[in-house]
């Protein structure tokens, strides 16, 4: 099995910075994962996009917060990060860590594949 462990949430004023960090976790080998990507959830609010990036780098970042957050991954540390900078109290939310793909296991030649991993979300509030 592989787990997705974030960490980095916390309590910010607003203007601040905060950095997310989530990393793939399991006792085989990882040899890819696909489309890796940061959501959140307000209280009373559905869950929603905040950014993705591809293992090849490209990024999709939602319009709320463009310009002050931006996405990016190691992929030979499995990780995605979110730096997440001039915060308001409206980015308060919990945020969760998605990974879509990956390839894992003992051998390359026969890999196991799970899909639509989450991290068990970290807490981002903003406020003064």
């Known amino acids: 099995q592989v787990q997705l462990v974030e960490s980095g949430g916390g309590l910010v004023q607003p203007g601040g910075s905060l950095r997310l960090s989530c990393a793939a976790s399991?006792?085989?080998?990882?040899?890819?994962?696909?489309?890796m990507g940061w959501y959140r959830q307000a209280p009373g609010n559905q869950r929603e996009l905040v950014a993705t990036?591809?293992?090849?780098?490209?990024?999709t970042v939602a319009d709320s917060v463009k310009g002050r957050f931006t996405i990016s991954r190691d992929n030979d540390k499995d990780t995605v990060f979110l730096q997440m900078n001039s915060l308001k109290p409206e980015d308060t939310a919990v945020y969760y860590c998605?990974?879509?793909?990956?390839?894992?296991?003992?051998?390359?030649?026969?890999?196991?594949?799970?899909?639509?991993?989450w991290g068990q979300g970290t807490q981002v509030t903003v406020s003064s």
């Open positions: 998605n990974a879509e793909r990956i390839f894992y296991g003992s051998s390359l030649m026969s890999p196991e594949v799970g899909s639509d991993y």
């Open positions: 399991t006792s085989k080998r990882i040899f890819s994962i696909t489309s």
């Open positions: 990036i591809t293992s090849d780098g490209d990024t």
